[in-house]
């Protein structure tokens, strides 16, 4: 399963960003997508994520009413976006794509490389 990250990049406080996560390559059913992120210092942490089927999402309070998750899911590929609106300077972190595979019981996580987000004051 191959994850690719796109979107980030450096901007002021007050401006947004758009990040994109396509997935593909298994033979397994989506379960669900999330973003997480990591500072420099800092463990890696849940920023959003969304439940294929229900599309039902949770965030992580600092993002919230800022940051909106979403996906589209395909037979051939599952793409998660995140729209960042306000950013603020304490944004700035490497963000990293996950994704959840399962048949029945039998799940697998996967994670993409990581796109930088920088936010100057």
């Known amino acids: 399963v191959q994850l690719v990250e796109s979107g980030g990049g450096v901007v002021q406080a007050g401006d947004s960003l758009r990040l994109s996560c396509a997935a593909s390559?298994?033979?397994?059913?989506?379960?669900?997508m999330g973003w997480y992120r990591q500072a420099p210092g800092k463990q890696r942490e849940l920023v959003a994520a969304?439940?294929?089927?229900?599309?039902?999402?949770?965030?992580e309070d600092s993002v919230k009413g800022r940051f909106t998750i979403s996906a589209n899911n395909t037979k051939d590929k599952d793409t998660m976006y995140l729209q960042m609106n306000s950013l603020k300077p304490e944004d700035t972190a490497m963000y990293y794509c996950?994704?959840?595979?399962?048949?029945?019981?039998?799940?697998?996580?996967?994670w993409g490389q990581g796109t930088q987000v920088t936010v100057s004051s």
């Open positions: 390559g298994s033979t397994f059913s989506i379960n669900t």
């Open positions: 969304i439940t294929s089927g229900s599309g039902s999402t949770n965030y």
């Open positions: 996950n994704a959840v595979y399962c048949s029945g019981l039998t799940c697998f996580r996967y």
